[in-house]
């Protein structure tokens, strides 16, 4: 059993950056992978980005590779995402996810994620 705590939401201008984290209490290592994934007003969970826990390998949605970054500190069992010259549209609730303890699969897909964090919110002005 896992559980997920985002943090690092808040306000920042279009064009700046914001870095989140999602803190894992529990065994990190029980979960294969976490995954990024973001929500706005009135649209579906889509996803962002996913590492594997065990080589730190990432892996990007096509439309967030260029502004968005995965990472992982193994020494806090957090990951990380970092998110460069946001813009209006990237506002909403940003969750982090894994699917079930000692499951292999894919991060990629928010229907396939069992563990949730609480989600942390994140709004752009112009």
């Known amino acids: 059993q896992v559980q997920l705590v985002e943090s690092g939401g808040g306000a920042v201008q279009s064009g700046g950056s914001l870095r989140l984290s999602c803190t894992v209490t529990?065994?990190?290592?029980?979960?294969?992978?976490l995954g990024w994934f973001r929500q706005a007003p009135g649209k579906g969970r889509e996803e962002i980005g996913s590492?594997?826990?065990?080589?730190?390998?990432?892996k990007y949605a096509d439309s967030m590779q260029d502004r968005f970054t995965v990472s992982r500190d193994s020494t806090k069992d957090t990951i990380y995402l970092q998110m460069d010259r946001l813009k209006e549209e990237d506002a909403g609730m940003y969750y982090c996810?894994?699917?079930?303890?000692?499951?292999?699969?894919?991060?990629?897909?928010?229907?396939?994620?069992?563990?949730w964090g609480q989600g942390t919110a994140v709004t752009i002005s112009s």
């Open positions: 996810g894994a699917p079930n303890a000692g499951t292999v699969a894919s991060c990629r897909i928010y229907y396939g994620m069992t563990y």
């Open positions: 529990g065994n990190i290592n029980s979960v294969y992978c």
């Open positions: 590492i594997r826990v065990r080589d730190s390998t990432t």
